[in-house]
Nanobody, 119 residues
Framework: QVQLVESGGDLVQPGGSLRLSCAAS????????MYWYRQAPGKEREWVAR????????NYADSVKGRFTVSRDNAKSTVYLQMNSLKEEDTAVYYC????????????WGQGTQVTVSS
């Protein structure tokens, strides 16, 4: 059974930090590129960050570049999103997404974790 389980979301003050985790099971994690997306209330889901299957290649949305860092531990089948210098506009539900390198279409989603940035 394929599962992606996000955790680490919380209420944090502007300027604070959080680290999100996404634990994968039920598939060969190292064969998948991993993505983080977020969806704020009333807005469409947007892409945040991407990491290649070996953890070498990373890309970020302009809105988070320089503040967020994506990483992965293939031995633990887990991807992380370190979020620093958080802003109120970072408030959203954060989702991880796994995309097969082989097919490019087979993909899985987690259930999301809430991040709220507020004073």
């Amino acid at each position: 059974q394929v599962q992606l389980v996000e955790s680490g979301g919380d209420l944090v003050q502007p300027g604070g930090s959080l680290r999100l985790s996404c634990a994968a099971s039920g598939f060969t994690f190292s064969n998948y590129r991993m993505y983080w997306y977020r969806q704020a209330p009333g807005k469409e889901r947007e892409w945040v960050a991407r990491i290649g299957r070996l953890g070498i290649s990373t890309n970020y949305a302009d809105s988070v570049k320089g503040r967020f860092t994506v990483s992965r531990d293939n031995a633990k089948s887990t991807v992380y999103l370190q979020m620093n210098s958080l802003k109120e506009e970072d408030t959203a539900v954060y989702y991880c997404n796994a995309v097969s390198v082989a097919t490019g279409t087979e993909n899985y989603w987690g259930q999301g974790t809430q991040v709220t940035v507020s004073s």
